[in-house]
C-alpha cells in the first residue's frame, strides 16, 4: 500500500543506514491454521555511497531496476545464393559448388549482453561430381540436429564435434554401384572449430567449416546469406 510504502521510507531514512525493523504483526490466517505466522518482522537496511550518491534522472521510474530482465528470444531463417565444399586428399584437390541452400536459426539475447547462438537447421544440394574412383550422384547436405555456437562481435564459433552434418548420395566406385544404386547417408562432424558470420545486417554465412573423413580433409563455406524473421 503506500502510505505503508511511505512509512517504511521514511523509517529506514530516519535510521541513517542502520538495520531498520519493521514490524508486521501476525499472518491473516486463523492462529489455529497449520503454518500460521504469529509474528513477522521485516529488516530493512539503505546505505547511500557518499562518494556517488544515487541522484534521480528523468524525473521518472521506467521500470523497477531489481526486477530481472527476461530473456529475449528470436527466430530467423533465410537462403543463401551459393556455397561450396573443397576436398583435400591423396588424389589432389577439388571443389564441389553447393544450391538451394536453406538455415534457419535462434538466438537468446541475455541479460548479461551476451547472445547465444543456435542453428537450429541448414540444407544444402550438390551437383553430382566425382573425386579419384568414386562419383557422388545427387548429392545433399542437412544438419543433423541444431548446433550451439557463442556469438561474439558478429563472429559464431561452433566448438569440435558440434556441427553434425548428414551428407546422402549414390555412390559409384570404379564404374560399379555401391549399394545396389540406392543413396547412403553418412554423418559427419566439424574437426576443428567452425566459424561463420552473423552480421548487424541479417546475413548468415559459413566461413570456414573443418571436416575429416578417412585420408580425406573437407572444409564447408557459404557466401552471405539473407534472412527473415519468424
Do not use: W
Not at 514490524?23 to 505466522?37: C, D, E, K, R
Amino acid at each position: 500500500m503506500p502510505s505503508i510504502l511511505e512509512e517504511c521510507a521514511k523509517t529506514v531514512h530516519e535510521a541513517n543506514g542502520e538495520l531498520t525493523p519493521i514490524f508486521l504483526g501476525p499472518g491473516a490466517a486463523n492462529g489455529a491454521t497449520i503454518g500460521h505466522v504469529t509474528e513477522a518482522t521485516l529488516f530493512l537496511q539503505c546505505s547511500i555511497n557518499a562518494d556517488e550518491p544515487y541522484v534521480a534522472t528523468g524525473g521518472s521510474c521506467d521500470a523497477p531496476p531489481n526486477i530481472p530482465i527476461v530473456d529475449q528470444e528470436s527466430n530467423m531463417g533465410g537462403i543463401a545464393a551459393i556455397g561450396g565444399v573443397t576436398i583435400f586428399g591423396p588424389d589432389g584437390d577439388a571443389s564441389a559448388s553447393l544450391y538451394d541452400i536453406t538455415f534457419a536459426f535462434s538466438e537468446t539475447h541475455n541479460r548479461d549482453g551476451s547472445v547465444d547462438f543456435t542453428l537450429d537447421s541448414f540444407t544444402a544440394l550438390a551437383p553430382s561430381t566425382s573425386y579419384g574412383s568414386f562419383s557422388f550422384a545427387n548429392p545433399s547436405i542437412r544438419l543433423a540436429m541444431p548446433a550451439h555456437a557463442s556469438l561474439i562481435d558478429e563472429m559464431a564459433s561452433f566448438p569440435p564435434g558440434t556441427l553434425r552434418m548428414e551428407v546422402t548420395a549414390a555412390i559409384t566406385a570404379d564404374g560399379e554401384a555401391l549399394f545396389d544404386g540406392k543413396p547412403v547417408s553418412g554423418e559427419y562432424t566439424n574437426s576443428e572449430m567452425a566459424i561463420a558470420t552473423r552480421k548487424v545486417d541479417g546475413t548468415f554465412a559459413f566461413i570456414e567449416v573443418p571436416f575429416k573423413a578417412g585420408g580425406y580433409e573437407l572444409i564447408l563455406n557459404t557466401e552471405d546469406g539473407s534472412f527473415q524473421p519468424r
